[in-house]
């Protein structure tokens, strides 16, 4: 599976950003998908995951109730809604396929795109 991420940029507080995966490959809805951040100076770090099916999700604590991870199995394609946004979600942003039921560490998952980056300003 390749995946490149896309839908990144500039922001003020407050704002929205909606993130794309795209994914290669006839294998894509076998996977569970994820969202990973990293910002400079930090490890990278979980921010959303979901099912093959898209039945079940999982968040961060620190985004839960701003974001929303879905996903189009028909188009190969995972999406991240971003709502509220915080300078502190100033980050790359990664997504990820995964054989785990919903991974939350990256060792869960076996596939990462190029990241996009997100930046909040105040």
């Known amino acids: 599976v390749q995946l490149q991420a896309s839908g990144g940029g500039l922001v003020q507080a407050g704002g929205s950003l909606r993130l794309s995966c795209a994914a290669s490959g006839r294998t894509f809805s076998r996977y569970s998908m994820g969202w990973f951040r990293q910002a400079p100076g930090k490890e990278r770090e979980f921010v959303a995951a979901?099912?093959?099916?898209?039945?079940?999700?999982a968040y961060a604590d620190s985004v839960k109730g701003r974001f929303t991870i879905s996903r189009d199995n028909a188009k190969n394609a995972v999406y991240l809604q971003m709502n509220s946004l915080k300078p502190e979600d100033t980050a790359i942003y990664y997504c990820?396929?995964?054989?785990?039921?919903?991974?939350?560490?990256?060792?869960?998952?076996?596939?990462w795109g190029q990241g996009t980056q997100v930046t909040v300003s105040s």
């Open positions: 990820a396929a995964s054989g785990a039921f919903v991974g939350r560490y990256r060792y869960e998952y076996d596939y």
């Open positions: 979901i099912t093959w099916s898209g039945g079940s999700t």
